[in-house]
């Protein structure tokens, strides 16, 4: 069983920067995939950024050149740094992680982006 507890959501201008973070517990060991979704209002959720344990990365074409995701050396952070926000980034960003087949979910964090 893994629980994943994210933090860093707010209300920043567009233009600014917010990093958000999800930190995984429990039966933690050699978690694989990590990663972040993101969900709009009225729209589907849909794959922000991902990366394996081994460090290879992938970003929605929205996102590129953007936001940056990483993990800490335990492997059971994962860290989404988030500059040049845009109004259309506003959604809440849920993290993810794949254990032994399954995934599991973060319970999400707000992003607003808005002047």
């Known amino acids: 069983q893994v629980q994943l507890v994210e933090s860093g959501g707010g209300l920043v201008q567009p233009g600014g920067s917010l990093r958000l973070s999800c930190a995984a517990s429990g039966s933690i060991r050699n978690i694989n995939t990590m990663g972040w979704y993101r969900q709009a209002p009225g729209k589907q959720r849909e794959p922000v950024a991902t990366i394996t344990r081994g460090g290879s990365t992938t970003y929605a074409d929205s996102v590129k050149g953007r936001f940056t995701v990483s993990r800490d050396n335990a492997k059971t952070t994962v860290y989404l740094q988030m500059n040049g926000l845009k109004p259309e980034d506003t959604a809440v960003y849920c993290c993810?992680?794949?254990?032994?087949?399954?995934?599991?979910w973060g319970q999400g964090t707000q992003v607003t982006v808005s002047s």
């Open positions: 993810f992680a794949v254990f032994l087949g399954y995934n599991y």
